[in-house]
């Protein structure tokens, strides 16, 4: 269940959500939401006299199924989509101003695990690791300033990140998914 907060249809107050410098578009309240939480490389310690010996439980080479341990976790949570001009511009100024390497993170990119990857292909695209950058660092402050307010903790609130850049580098969309769950 997401219901409207904030942008379209309900008038905020003042003028700063109109400003091209505001970076939220819109925000959205997630009543309900169901997250999945998946576990994989598991492995068993088996002792053997004075030794043990690590004997995996899932194989992720493909000769058998991957086992994990998964749940359920129920929460709420915000999803807040961010302006694609102002992203852009973010991108673009801070392609101008750092070298191309440190602009999209490039020694920070070969860390990018392959499940991320697949999630947020755009990640490889050209400005995709800029934009993630700033995409990222900007969910970062929301949350710290979220915990302020609220009272939780910074490791108590999550983010899901959506992003899609196009084969030419310029951001198509942008948002935020800022939740709490527990099982």
Request: net charge negative; with cysteine; charged share 25%.
């Amino acid at each position: 269940d997401c219901r409207e907060v904030v942008g379209m249809k309900i008038k905020a107050k003042g003028d700063s959500w109109k400003s091209p410098e505001w970076p939220v578009e819109m925000i959205s309240r997630a009543d309900r939401l169901t997250a999945l939480e998946y576990i994989t490389g598991l492995s068993r310690v088996m002792p053997s006299g004075d030794e043990a010996h690590v004997q995996n439980i899932d194989k992720a080479d493909g000769v058998r199924d991957t086992l994990g341990i998964a749940r359920y976790n129920h929460g709420e949570g915000i999803y807040i989509q961010i302006k694609k001009s102002w992203l852009q511009r973010a991108v673009d100024k801070r392609a101008s101003e750092l070298s191309p390497d440190h602009a999209n993170m490039v020694l920070s990119s070969e860390k990018i695990l392959p499940s991320f990857e697949a999630q947020v292909p755009s990640v490889k695209s050209p400005n995709g690791s800029n934009a993630l950058t700033v995409l990222h660092t900007l969910s970062h402050l929301i949350i710290k300033e979220l915990c302020g307010l609220s009272g939780y903790s910074l490791g108590s609130i999550r983010e899901r990140l959506y992003l899609d850049v196009s084969d030419e580098g310029e951001v198509k969309t942008a948002g935020i998914l800022l939740y709490t769950s527990g099982p």
